[in-house]
């Protein structure tokens, strides 16, 4: 069974810069699994924020990226805001339809 | 612009059936495949459910194949979850969401329709 990893909670401080990263419980993650990336907060629906590795979505703040980062997906908040405390999930695309979501990062900005 | 609405959610017995329905708008519907995610009360996303545009594939979690099944009816621009044989863990808000063209994401998402399963 695939799993796909993140961690459970990162901390950042106000105009910090956080990596969250997203692995593969066996194997490395590389751009063939189209990795995206989601926030959401309390209550609200999930808002794409990033796609096929890198490409950010319709305005979504620059200060927002994403790569690859020796075996795991990465995304990146340079110049973290208050507003930018959420969940983080990512989702990997397995192929043949399937979709295998990490189990989300809570962000803290303090 | 891009609307997903959910509807269909509500309280069943354990074994009991219900089906989920997401109007969609905005977008030409039979060009976009379309998925299901839940999300369990305090828990995270879990990826469901997916057909294809022509929506003559579809495609499902381990955690509920043989018990639900997704449909799509392009002349209402709906999709269908149909949920069979439900469980407690099966507890959730249902989430549609629209599949990107070119690349494989989520690129819309509706708010959700909650199901709860429990006697």
């Known amino acids: 069974q695939t799993v796909v990893t993140q961690e459970p909670s990162f901390s950042v401080s106000p105009g910090g810069t956080v990596t969250l990263t997203c692995g593969l419980s066996?194997?490395?993650?590389?751009?063939?699994?189209?990795p995206s990336w989601y926030q959401q907060t309390p209550g609200q629906a999930p808002r794409t924020l990033m796609y096929s590795t890198s490409s950010r979505s319709s305005g979504v703040p620059d200060r927002f990226s994403g790569s690859i980062l020796g075996n795991k997906a990465a995304l990146t908040i340079t110049g973290a805001q208050a507003d930018d405390e959420s969940d983080y999930y990512c989702v990997l695309y397995m192929g043949s339809g399937i979709w295998v979501f990490g189990g989300g990062t809570k962000l803290t900005v303090l | 612009e891009v609307q997903l609405v959910e509807s269909g959610g509500g309280l069943v017995q354990p074994g009991g059936s219900l089906r989920l329905s997401c109007a969609a708008s905005g977008f030409t519907f039979s060009s976009y495949a379309l998925s299901w995610v839940r999300q369990a009360p305090g828990k995270g996303l879990e990826w469901v459910s997916a057909i294809s545009d022509s929506g003559g594939s579809t495609y499902y979690a381990d955690s509920v194949k043989g018990r639900f099944t997704i449909s799509s009816d392009n002349s209402e621009n709906t999709l269908y979850l149909q949920m069979n044989s439900l469980r407690a863990e099966d507890t959730a808000l249902y989430y549609c969401?629209?599949?990107?063209?070119?690349?494989?994401?989520?690129?819309?998402w509706g708010q959700g329709t909650m199901v709860t399963v429990s006697s």
């Open positions: 066996s194997g490395s993650v590389s751009t063939s699994y189209y």
């Open positions: 969401a629209k599949v990107g063209k070119v690349v494989v994401h989520f690129d819309y």
